[in-house]
């Protein structure tokens, strides 16, 4: 079943926080000159770098070493003029006032380290995953901010701490990941009490991630926290040297890392190809999609240098777009062949080298038939990106809770019909409660095959796994 479409605010969507990271400005940084702050409290020892270094884009060519790893139809697509920044200021600033006042009254001060949830025994991937319950197996397919567990909405409500309301819902959802947004970062000390909050109480280790891409999307260095931060992306691909990509991929890994993040949503790997784009622009490598791909390959190994998990996005390609996904259906009109030609070739050059690809929710009727999301299509996720193009790892939706999938779906519809057609983790619902029991109940009744589960869990627990989070 389809629902017909909310009428949502078009202000409203742009402050609402998602997976792709559209909470950040979109202006670009001024200059060329960033600022680089050691931090303190970093565990490894590139977080502990000299402070208030000014690093400026034409020196970030001396990379570290490398280090060797062992529906109803979609509305036609319009240009959609972004808001002034005069308006989204005032608009953040008052909405961002009262939910800190809200929670203020909720969590004042990081609760006391409670004793860790009992944990699954074995670091394989194949012990781990004959321990669990049917409840944990559809627990490992959803990762969502730590704000929906309690609210279960898509709204940012600072929180910023594991507390026994935190402790509580995660028995009854046991998540296989939590991804942080602006609004949940406050302190670095703050931070590593929540991501290792997280992980005390989960039973089975967590896929604890963020958008960390560097330029406007960077959670931790646009919240005013003691790390690198780099320009844009289509900066660094201005440079034509893919060995900054390399050294912004190395060093984000690093400090990200050091506040107990194992994952990052990047690198982007659009080709940026339409002026009128409003959601992707600059965070893309560039205009060229075989110079891009260099690019995208070298963040890559970086972030795996770094000891992180690296994520491809936006399949299958969102930088010929108009309109922005987190506010409405977005079209490309594009043919496979077409697609083939420029937007694919960052994605299929580095699909053997990335742990994740991330589906966009754009429709493609040139390529499925149909308005369906390709987030949501099999032809897309399975008959393309699995079978096609031959892609062995985890494919992962973007925030399920975005305008173009809730305004024509529930949230357990597309939980189900993404499912189905192929993906292995599901991003941010924008009712977690509703998604999980309609999955959990979908498999009880057959509607999904307990061999369609198992598939999914066993790439996701061997990808935490291949990094060390299970033993």
Known sequence: MIRKSKLLPVILSVLMLCACGSEESSGEPTGTTTTVTAASTASTASATA?????????????????VTETETEAPSETVTEAPTETVTEKVTESVTRKQTEKQTEKQTEAPKKPVPAEKVKGKTAKAVFEELTLEEKVG????????????????????????????????????????????????????LSFTGGFQDASRVPMIMTLDEE???????????????????????????????????????????????????????????????????G?????????????FVSRYIDG????????????????????????ISAAVVNKTW?????????????????????????????????????????????????????????????????????????????????????????????????????????AVKSGTVPMSRLDESVMRILELKEKYGLLG
């Not at 402790?167 to 609004?183: S, V």
């Open 214 to 280: 560097g330029g406007n999307v960077a959670r931790l260095a646009n919240a005013g926290f003691p790390v690198t931060k780099f320009p844009s992306m289509g900066k660094i691909g201005d440079t034509g040297d893919p060995e900054q990509a390399y050294t912004a991929g190395y060093t984000i890994g690093k400090y990200i890392k050091s506040y107990g993040f194992n994952s990052d949503l990047a690198p982007v790997a659009d080709v940026n190809t339409n002026p009128l784009n409003i959601v992707i």
């Open 282 to 294: 600059t965070r893309a490598f560039g205009s060229d999609p075989v110079m891009a791909s260099k």
């Open 50 to 66: 000299a402070a208030e270094t000014s690093v400026s884009t034409e020196a970030l060519t001396s990379a570290p070493e490398t």
């Open 337 to 441: 062949d077409e697609l083939k030609e420029c937007e694919l070739i960052p994605f299929a050059d580095n699909l053997d080298k990335t742990d994740m690809v991330m589906a966009a929710h754009i429709a493609l009727p040139n390529v499925t038939g149909d308005n369906t999301p390709a987030s949501l299509s099999y032809e897309i996720l399975t008959n393309k990106l699995r079978k096609e193009m031959g892609f062995k790892g985890v494919i992962i939706t973007d925030g399920l809770g975005m305008n173009a999938v809730r305004n024509y779906y529930s949230s357990g519809e597309a939980a189900i019909k993404s499912f189905m057609a192929g993906a292995d983790i599901l991003l941010i619902p924008e009712k977690i409660s509703e998604a999980y029991t309609a999955l959990l109940n």
């Open 303 to 326: 972030l795996h240098a770094a000891g992180a998990m690296s994520c491809l996005k936006h399949f299958p390609g969102h930088g010929d777009t108009i309109a922005d996904t987190h």
């Open 140 to 191: 490992q397919v959803f990762i969502t901010r730590s704000d929906a567990l309690i609210y279960d909405d898509f709204a940012d409500h600072g929180v910023n701490y594991v507390d026994d309301k935190v402790r509580e819902a995660l028995k009854k959802i046991p998540l296989g990941g939590i991804t942080l947004f602006g609004g949940n970062a406050k302190t670095p000390e703050q931070i």
